[in-house]
């Protein structure tokens, strides 16, 4: 189910908050297996047939690290770590292959396009992330409620963030309704909950609103003009920031409410004087997962410039791969990975760079490679392309004040994470947040209800 559905947020949240603060009152010791058992239904609610599947992809891998934990096997975690991957390759990337074995003459493989289940990037990500760390030490052997919840708890199973095993674990042992601040922890989830909401419908989905015909008319082979491609480029860059900030608000609120606290993914990135610094502010748990988890292990900057810089575009390329089963996800992926080394050979020079100047270059780079991040093909990307560096008609009717309000929004104002620790208790300002929420609530009901971004990958 989504976040931003009725069902959701007028049936499940408030059933499962009730449940678990009564069960938490009374009877603490079955507090995770019903967040567990919570878990599975929400995952279950949109398609049951994909619950086996992450049952399975949990049984198997905390087996896998029961044994690791006891025995060392040379071959297994090597192993386990390529069944993951196979398991992620063979949803998500058997047509991509595909596609790209047809390119060598002669060949024509047959195209097998199966249904990607929800979250499966995240979970596969967080399995790898808790068995590279018990096969390095640094992870305790979990029992398999704990393991099970870590990986499917439901805030965070779908998109993310990506959470570390040490971040989370040691909160399923507390009695969060038990602490002092209990309230005011409840409190700013519900606050957390109604930005989140308010991001992606108010802001996000009128952006997709705008954003969606111009990239449809380029993937049909339709001229477009300078006006729409730099509204669909700017618009795009501006959808995805609070279509996935908002998740990620959303997902960091409603962990709260169930006395759980999750790592901030966003940090008001289109502030970001460097590209480098853009990837530290956006969607922060990725970066790190690719920083420590591949970019370390292939050299990072400890055996030279070059392997340095190799190992930016190599994790980066990978990273975008991640992303999408396509090419043009590689490829932006791969654009990414060369301006992170264009800035460490910039910074290696010793050449100064104004922060003005840099944030407008990074906003700029940040703002193109979105095209290829959304283009269905290059075709489609060529044709934004074009009318952006003005090869077409000038065209009219520029949505500015639509694009200028969201702008202003995602650079000006503190992050949501920031906003909401930093507001004191006070009445008025729950009453002004209980207004948003029914004014969101309104706003679901009058349209159309846009999935949420990240749910693809």
Do not use: C
Request: net charge positive.
């Amino acid at each position: 189910m989504l976040f931003n559905s009725f069902v959701f947020l007028l049936t499940f949240l408030p059933a499962a908050f009730l449940l678990h603060a009564a069960i938490e009152r009374y009877r603490p010791a079955m507090r995770l297996p019903l967040l567990l058992g919570l878990s599975l239904v929400f995952y279950g609610w949109w398609d049951w047939r994909f619950l086996p599947l992450l049952g399975a992809s949990i049984t198997l891998n905390w087996l896998i690290a029961r044994i690791l934990a006891k025995r060392t096997y040379p071959w297994l975690f090597p192993a386990a770590i390529a069944a993951n991957l196979a398991l992620l390759a063979a949803f998500k990337y058997l047509g991509f292959f595909a596609d790209l074995a047809a390119l060598i003459p002669g060949l024509s493989p047959p195209r097998l396009d199966l249904v990607l289940p929800l979250g499966i990037s995240f979970f596969t990500f967080h399995h790898i992330m808790y068995l590279t760390d018990l096969r390095a030490g640094r992870a305790p052997s979990l029992g398999f409620t704990k393991y099970a919840l870590y990986i499917a708890f439901f805030p965070q199973v779908l998109a993310g963030p990506l959470v570390r095993w040490s971040e989370i674990v040691h909160q399923f042992d507390e009695r969060p309704y038990q602490r002092p601040d209990a309230a005011e922890r409840i409190g700013r989830g519900l606050m957390l909950l109604t930005v989140g909401l308010a991001k992606k419908v108010l802001l996000g989905d009128p952006l997709a609103a705008m954003v969606n015909p111009v990239f449809q008319a380029a993937a049909d082979g339709a001229a477009v003009t300078t006006a729409q491609a730099w509204q669909a480029t700017l618009g795009f860059g501006l959808q995805i920031y609070f279509d996935f900030s908002g998740y990620t608000d959303m997902a960091l609120g409603i962990a709260l409410l169930f006395g759980v606290v999750l790592p901030q993914n966003f940090d008001v990135p289109y502030r970001a004087a460097s590209l480098r610094d853009f990837w530290r502010r956006w969607h922060m748990t990725l970066s790190r997962f690719l920083r420590d988890y591949l970019y370390i292990p292939l050299g990072g900057n400890r055996r030279g410039l070059a392997m340095q810089v190799g190992a930016l575009l190599a994790t980066m390329t990978l990273g975008g791969l991640w992303h999408g089963a396509g090419l043009t996800f590689v490829a932006w992926g791969a654009a990414h990975g060369i301006g992170l080394g264009a800035g460490v050979l910039w910074r290696r020079a010793g050449w100064p760079m104004p922060i003005l100047l840099g944030w407008a270059l990074t906003t700029l780079f940040v703002m193109l490679t979105w095209v290829l991040f959304r283009a269905t093909s290059f075709t489609a990307a060529g044709a934004i392309y074009a009318g952006l560096f003005g090869l077409g008609e000038l065209g009219s009717g520029f949505k500015w004040r639509t694009i200028l309000m969201a702008a202003a929004v995602a650079t000006l104002g503190p992050s949501a994470w920031a906003a909401v620790h930093r507001l004191s208790p006070r009445r008025w300002l729950a009453a002004l947040f209980a207004v948003l929420f029914v004014v969101v609530l309104l706003k679901i009901g009058d349209d159309a209800n846009y999935e949420f971004i990240y749910f693809r990958f």
